[in-house]
């Protein structure tokens, strides 16, 4: 079965500082796909990134990038530019497209709570 | 507005009566899934579905049942809820795997 692991339970970075959320994974399956969200104290899960697994290129979305190192299973959410805003948690999460375990949508990891200081 | 409705947002109920947490979702996504969200784990699937009366089991299916009748609508089921369900839930639908999942503002339910 896959497994996501976030390392760190709390982050706090300097406003305008880029920071990174480190996220390493377990699947035996070639085919998957590599998300992250953000929750915000209000709840909601908000889509920030997604990487393919054949994807060549890091995916990036404005100050969001995804460092994906496929040989050591890590994709790593790097906000640059830190934002009062950007306070939350972060869910790295994953979905595999074929096998056994395909259509169960995402396996998350245990989140990490950024706070940003002024 | 794209977006995946629950119904409702905050439930507190007694163990053992039966409820139902609606999810709606208006984009025609084939994909959609139940979460609980419980503080150090994270998000844990409950059930999915892949398409019309195509549903299956997630990491944590114990106590809840599902249906998918049609294609926009996926119910939660606790017939005899106990207090160990106390969490918050997520209902998410998407078009594919490998495409984004769009969530619904959750339901906070508390089972004395």
């Known amino acids: 079965a896959q497994k996501i692991t976030q390392t760190q339970p709390g982050m706090f970075v300097q406003e305008k500082e880029a920071v990174t959320l480190d996220c390493t994974y377990d699947?035996?399956?070639?085919?998957?796909?590599l998300f992250w969200y953000k929750q915000p104290s209000s709840g909601e899960m908000i889509f920030l990134i997604y990487?393919?697994?054949?994807?060549?290129q890091n995916a990036t979305e404005g100050r969001y990038s995804l460092n994906f190192q496929k040989a050591r299973k890590s994709a790593n959410l790097v906000i640059s530019a830190s934002q009062l805003g950007d306070s939350a948690m972060y869910f790295c999460a994953m979905s595999l497209y074929w096998g056994n375990n395909a259509g169960n949508m995402l396996t998350f990891g245990g989140g990490t709570r950024l706070m940003v200081k002024p | 507005e794209a977006q995946v409705t629950q119904n409702p947002r905050y439930l507190i109920t007694v163990t053992g009566k039966k409820l139902t947490v609606t999810c709606s979702q208006n984009?025609?996504?084939?994909?959609m899934s139940w979460y609980r969200q419980d503080p150090g784990l994270g998000l844990r699937q409950i059930y999915y579905s892949m398409n019309v009366e195509v549903t299956d089991k997630g990491d944590v299916p114990e106590g809840y049942k599902v249906s998918r009748k049609e294609k926009r609508n996926f119910p939660l089921i606790l017939e005899s809820p106990s207090p160990n369900q106390t969490s918050l839930y997520f209902c998410a639908s998407s078009l594919t795997e490998n495409t984004e999942a769009f969530f619904g503002q959750g339901t906070r339910l508390t089972v004395v």
């Open positions: 990487q393919g697994s054949y994807d060549q």
């Open positions: 699947t035996s399956d070639p085919s998957y796909g």
């Open positions: 984009m025609n996504h084939e994909y």
